[in-house]
Every structure is written in structure tokens, then in C-alpha cells.
């Protein structure tokens, strides 16, 4: 599959890109570093407001959404580690939202001591 033009980027995206590297490594850092700092950081990186103001705009951006969608399913079709760990994360996801969910519910679905009760029989 040849891969469609990303129309948001504009025009020179690669060169841009490749700046905002060449920046990144001149400090010593690389991408993944780059963005935990950006999304979790030190103190100071949460406190800082030019570090929230892009944080949030990045999390609540139209982009992120297809960001994860293209890192669990590139457009190149290709198999990849990308695809392999963001499965992962969604079975960690999933499996921490089911358990949380039950234990919200487990009183509600728990076997009274006595069964036959007339408050258990009424109950509901």
C-alpha cells in the first residue's frame, strides 16, 4: 500500500521534522526522551506553563487520536514492534478497567448470607 499524504503537515513537513530533531539532539536527548519530559517530566515540566499549555494541546489535539491509530495500525500495513505494544497497552488497559468496574459491582452481585431472607428476596 503506498502511503497517502498527510494534508495537515504543509508543505517542506520532512525538513521541519528534521530540524525539530536536529534541536532535540543537540540537548543531549532523543525523541522518546523528548516526550516523556513533554508528558510527564520533572516537577518543573508539570508546573511550567508553556510545558502544559503544549502538553494539553497535544493530548486534546484532533491528531492524537490518529497518532495512536497509526502507531497500532501503520499505513504502510507492514507488522511492526509499534502495533505489538500498543496491543499490549490496550490488554493492560482493558484488563485494569474490567477490574475496577467489578469491584464496583461486587457488592451488588455478592451472595447474601442467607438467600432466602425476606431482605434479600426484596431487595433489588
Given amino acids: 500500500h503506498a502511503q497517502r499524504p498527510n494534508r495537515t503537515l ?3 513537513a520532512c525538513d521541519k521534522v528534521k530540524k525539530v530533531l536536529n534541536c532535540i ?3 543531549g536527548w532523543d525523541v522518546a526522551k523528548f516526550m516523556n519530559a513533554l508528558c510527564w517530566g520533572d516537577a518543573e515540566c508539570t ?9 494539553a494541546g497535544f493530548f486534546n ?3 492524537f487520536p490518529r497518532l495512536l491509530k497509526r502507531w497500532w495500525k501503520p499505513p504502510s500495513g507492514k507488522k511492526n514492534k509499534s502495533k505489538v505494544r500498543m496491543e499490549e497497552f490496550a490488554r493492560i488497559c482493558v484488563k485494569q478497567k474490567i477490574r475496577a468496574e467489578m469491584r464496583k459491582v461486587a457488592s451488588i452481585l455478592a451472595r447474601p448470607d442467607d438467600p432466602l431472607s425476606l431482605e434479600t428476596l426484596t431487595s433489588l
Avoid: C
Avoid at 47 to 55: G, L
Fill in 10 to 12: 504543509g508543505p517542506e
Fill in 25 to 27: 539532539h543537540s540537548v
Fill in 61 to 63: 489535539s484532533t491528531e
Fill in 47 to 55: 508546573r511550567d506553563s508553556q510545558v502544559r499549555f503544549a502538553r
